[in-house]
């Protein structure tokens, strides 16, 4: 749970929530619109997770990049809900071996792009 009388949380501009969508739906950079559709996208792809909360720059819009990270507060881990409905648990070294992956994976997953970005 955000602790939502820390100095870090009223920096954020989003303040609504602590998960962001995945970018890919718009095509990240590609602002696309409209956006992509859940049936153009594989199940075990991931559509939100709990973003790092100690980087109130990644709280600037709904969408985020999956390099832009996700919370540790969870015995070094996040939750995050794929496009089928599961949620699971993510440690943040299973996290970034996906975000440094240079094919296509759960979070790197526009459904426009051969590597999924």
Same mark, same amino acid.
């Given at each position: 749970?955000?602790? +939502?009388?820390? @100095?870090?949380?009223a920096?954020?501009?989003?303040?609504?929530?602590s998960?962001?969508?995945?970018?890919?739906?718009? *095509?990240?950079?590609r602002?696309?619109f409209p &956006? @992509?559709?859940?049936?153009?996208? /594989?199940?075990?792809? %991931?559509?939100f997770w709990? +973003?790092?909360? +100690?980087?109130?720059?990644?709280?600037?819009? =709904?969408?985020n990049?999956?390099?832009?990270?996700?919370?540790?507060?969870?015995?070094?881990?996040? %939750?995050?809900?794929?496009f089928?409905?599961?949620?699971?648990?993510? /440690? $943040? *070294? &299973?996290w970034?071996?996906?975000?440094?992956? +240079?094919?296509?994976?759960? $979070?790197?997953?526009y459904p426009?792009?051969p590597? =999924?970005r």
């Amino acid at each position: 749970m955000d602790n +939502t009388n820390s @100095a870090l949380f009223a920096q954020r501009d989003q303040q609504l929530s602590s998960y962001a969508m995945n970018g890919a739906v718009v *095509g990240y950079d590609r602002a696309n619109f409209p &956006a @992509a559709r859940s049936s153009d996208m /594989r199940a075990e792809d %991931i559509a939100f997770w709990e +973003t790092d909360e +100690t980087q109130p720059q990644y709280f600037n819009d =709904g969408a985020n990049y999956p390099q832009e990270g996700v919370s540790a507060r969870h015995l070094n881990g996040a %939750i995050n809900a794929a496009f089928d409905g599961s949620v699971t648990y993510v /440690r $943040l *070294g &299973a996290w970034y071996v996906q975000v440094y992956d +240079t094919n296509k994976n759960s $979070l790197w997953c526009y459904p426009g792009s051969p590597d =999924g970005r």
